[in-house]
Structure formats: C-alpha cells, structure tokens
C-alpha cells in the first residue's frame, strides 16, 4: 500500500494522484443527480423504519412525526434550491442576470453597459480570451472585437535554427 492512499483507491477518489478538481466534479455531479423536484423527492417520513411510522400513527394526536418532517422537508427544500441557485451562479453561462457584474468586477472588464445578454457574451469572452493568453488567435480575435477588421497575426521571431517562422 503507498503512503497516503489506500490499497483500493481509484484515481480521483482519495488517492494522492486524484486531483482536486476531479473530487468537485464528481461531487457536483453527484449533488445535482439527486437534484429532483420535490414531487419527486421521496419525503423523510417515507425513509423512517416502518416501526417509527406505525408508532407515529399510534400516538395521539397522530402523525405527530409526519407534520414535523414535512415542515423540516420544506425548510430543506429551500436551502437546498439556494445551494443549486448558487452553484449556478458560479458560472456566467447560467448565472442570474444581477450575478453579471459581480463576475466581471472579478475579472477587472470595465465595459458594463447595455443588455443582459450582451454583457454575459462580454465577460465569457473575456474569460475566453485570458484562457489564451499570449496566443496568436487572441490577437486576431481582440483586433476583430475592437476594429470590426479580420486580422491574421503572424509570429515573427528566429528558430533555434537561425531561420524566422
């Protein structure tokens, strides 16, 4: 068994050669797989043993427990479309229009005017464009969104070889 990981680690889950980002994915993927509406959710009254339930109808008044999980299942519910509504947020592809400029305030874009969907495609092509940095398509492609002109940029420097490319 290596150090830090277990004998029936997979990559990805625990074992030091997983990475970060794989855990999250597979989290998120996890969470929002269980992410049903709630009509679809099975209630938490329905999980209990069967025990739990005849007890809960034995009681008087009855169906104590049952009120008190469906009013917790509510609360539940709404935390748990808060969290979903965040993690949305975290992307400007399915952000929430107020969620825009915040995004772009973090990445430092100062053109913040006009409709919503233009300034979603401002900041994805900004992240587009810092993603690629220092390449040749971000300078045509930054010459085309100032100008309006099509630019072909070519790179004008020596090999190793004495020739230019």
């Known amino acids: 068994m290596e150090e830090g990981g277990s004998a029936n680690a997979e990559p990805g889950e625990g074992s030091p050669s997983g990475s970060w980002s794989q855990y999250v994915s597979k989290f998120w993927r996890t969470f929002l797989s269980m992410n049903l509406p ?3 959710r099975t209630p938490f009254f329905e999980r209990l043993p069967e025990i739990y339930r005849i007890r809960d109808a034995e009681q008087f008044p009855p169906d104590q427990l049952r009120a008190y999980l469906r ?3 509510h609360a539940f519910g709404a935390i748990h479309e808060n969290i979903e509504a965040l993690y949305h947020d975290l992307f400007i592809d399915t952000c929430d229009d107020w969620v825009i400029p915040y995004l772009a305030d973090l990445l430092g874009t100062t053109h913040l005017q006009g409709e919503a969907r233009t300034l979603r495609a401002d900041v994805a092509d900004t992240i587009a464009l810092r993603r690629r940095k220092g390449t040749l398509s971000v300078l045509e492609r930054l010459t085309a969104n100032l100008t309006g002109w099509a630019a072909r940029a070519v790179e ?5 070889s004495g020739r230019s490319t």
């Open 38 to 40: 709630t009509d679809q």
């Open 71 to 73: 009013a917790f299942e």
């Open 156 to 160: 004008l420097r020596e090999n190793r």
